[in-house]
DNA sequence: AAATGAACACCCTGTTCATTG
DNA sequence: CAATGAACAGGGTGTTCATTT
């Protein structure tokens, strides 16, 4: 409640948390698709990134990691890290969503109250 | 357009445009005027950032600073910056405004996505 | 080349310090 | 103490480099 819009570390947390909810991938897929679901909107999320919010999840306690081999495609046997809820991570997840949810509405106050008073 | 949501900069300077374009003040008052204006949302903004902003936008000739004294209260003379539109100030700063505008909207259109999405 | 991660640098912002009236 | 401003510090994010397969 100290700051100005929500940051990008926590939108992205958030995203992840729902795209794990759904289906079970790697960091890159994720990113992939972060970058489709943005790109409408100009903003192009970075590889660091994702894997710094994967990281803080999994610091968390919300999600553990997965070391795999990918299957032996053509392209040879690339290991991979696929990331699954804790026990109590899918409860932990919700909780935080709700917490950035409200600093998201928060946002949008700002936004618009500032497009309402000087447009 | 190649970053994530509006900055506080931007917005700040927005405001103060608008401001000046109502009433000419000094930084200290547009710093109060704007902690109302966000209060509701929990953003209080910094007075360096103001001054940042001022600076920015005389930089850029959209303002010039006139130097007065305050009329003589009982607090003393104290010096103060007025800040006024130059000769093509107010056409640049509508300019400015619009520009920042459709990075407002595309932030909108980021939270709602995110919103959307993932609750 | 794909995937992960760390290191580094840059930019934005907040806190603190300095000066003047 | 009010007003302005600069200097400094911290944090967030992007770019680059390193490692592994």
Known sequence: MNHFLTKQRAILKVCLISLIER???YGLQ???ELKETF???GYVPKHSEIYKALHELT???II???K???CPDR???QEIIIYQFTEDGLEKGRVYKQ???SDLERSLGIIRKVLKDNY
Chains 1, 2 share one sequence.
């Open 75 to 77: 392209e040879g046997f």
């Open 64 to 66: 553990y990691r997965i």
């Open 59 to 61: 610091a968390e306690g």
């Open 23 to 25: 289906k079970k991938m």
């Open 39 to 41: 790109k409408p909107y």
């Open 68 to 70: 795999k081999r990918r």
């Open 30 to 32: 994720y990113l992939k």
């Open 99 to 101: 917490m950035v949810r």
